[in-house]
């Protein structure tokens, strides 16, 4: 039986979408071929391509707002300094809310001024910061809407004239927001969407075109626009996965059906972390608290062995915390069942028995 995948990233996909890339890559729609061994620039993958990104730009409710959607290649981490390159005239302004926004905050400084405009470091980055003041002149202003790792989450986002960028990469997808108050959002395929190997940008189309530096082609968004995200080989399997996951997340009935869910996951998670004495979150403020990643820690250190034993036999899978928050991380991810989660609160009670 397949395991409760609580994995951080890679990470769950839906069972119907790996069986249907399981099957086009033996021989996709029936053309005797691999869509894995076909040209990019075949009738098929534009095709592909085509449907992922307007799916993405559909799911979101951005079409016809004058956005594109793009998937690229290099990771989130790539978009760092893709965003600082296509953006950065002389300051931006970043939101320092743990080792992904530091480390995008890091990448930025080699090319301007970058303003930590606030940071939740003198706790372990176990809060959001509010009442954030936002100077005016900024190029751009960075954020990260999910922190993957300490499990936070921006639940209302700071206003800002200036660009507001996102590194949405562990919660595309997964909840309703006016996604138009983004004027770029980027996100590793990882987490959320599919397999390792693409990164989505949406890019609100009037912020590019401003700097005056001059931009490698592979990072300058307009170049990638201008080819429809074939300026070079895209990662082809990676975007068919991707497509197949939009597909699956739209016939559902899109974010408003799967927000549902993730909602009723983490309450049922949340609620027995806060009920079970045995266990303890990370984040005490609970509308801080991620929806997509739950972190906590035994409040008994001696129970670790027979609780690592319980949830393994359970059938779960990737629990484990991030070394640099330790105790447990639950990742709740679109595709993963409410079924899972339930067995993994189940295990919880269960301990309490045995305490
Ligand atoms: C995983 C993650 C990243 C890093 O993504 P890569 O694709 O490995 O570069 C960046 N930001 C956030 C919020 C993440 O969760």
């Given amino acids: 039986m397949k395991k409760h995948n609580f994995s951080a990233g890679p990470s769950i996909l839906p069972a119907s979408v790996i069986q249907k890339a399981a099957d086009g890559v033996l021989n996709y729609n029936g053309i005797d071929l691999s869509i894995i061994e076909i040209s990019h620039r075949s009738a ?24 594109t959607a793009l998937f690229l290649q290099g990771g989130a981490s790539t978009q760092f300094l893709a965003v600082t390159y296509n953006l950065l005239e002389s300051k931006a302004g970043y939101l320092n809310t743990g080792t992904w926004s ?26 959001i910061p509010k009442n954030i003041l936002v100077p005016a002149n900024l190029d751009y202003m960075h954020l990260t809407s999910n922190n993957t790792i300490f499990g936070t989450q921006f639940k209302e986002f700071p206003k800002s004239t200036a660009p507001l960028v996102c590194d949405m990469s562990s919660d595309i997808f997964s909840r309703t927001l006016d996604f138009t108050q983004f004027d770029l959002i980027y996100a590793g395929a990882q987490k959320n969407m599919g397999p390792a190997g693409t990164t ?6 009037e912020i590019l075109g401003k700097v005056s530096r001059h931009i490698p082609s592979m990072l300058d968004y307009q170049v990638h626009i201008s080819k429809d995200s074939m300026f070079n080989t895209p990662p082809v399997f990676p975007v068919f996965v991707s497509m197949l996951t939009l597909e699956w997340l739209k016939d559902l009935g899109g974010i408003p059906a799967i927000e549902k869910v993730n909602n009723d996951k983490a309450n049922l998670l ?17 509308e801080d608290r991620s929806m997509m990643n739950a972190t906590f820690t035994l409040t008994q250190d001696n129970l670790k062995d027979t609780f690592d034993q319980m949830w393994k036999e359970a059938g779960i899978n990737g629990l484990n915390g991030h070394r640099s928050v ?22 919880m009670k269960h301990l309490e028995t045995k305490a």
């Fill in 326 to 347: 330790g105790g447990y991380r639950a990742s709740m991810y679109n595709a993963l069942p409410l079924e899972s989660v339930a067995t993994l609160v189940n295990v």
């Fill in 44 to 67: 098929e993958f534009i095709e592909v391509m085509e449907n992922a990104r307007s799916l993405a730009l559909e799911l979101l409710e951005l079409e016809g707002k004058g956005y």
């Fill in 200 to 205: 989505l940008v949406v890019v609100k189309d």
């Fill in 102 to 127: 530091a480390k995008a905050l890091k990448e930025a400084q080699h090319y301007g001024e970058i303003i930590e405009l606030a940071s939740s470091k003198d706790a372990n980055f176990n809060y």
């Fill in 270 to 286: 949340y609620n027995e972390i806060d009920r079970n004495p045995l266990f303890k979150g990370f984040v005490p403020n609970s």
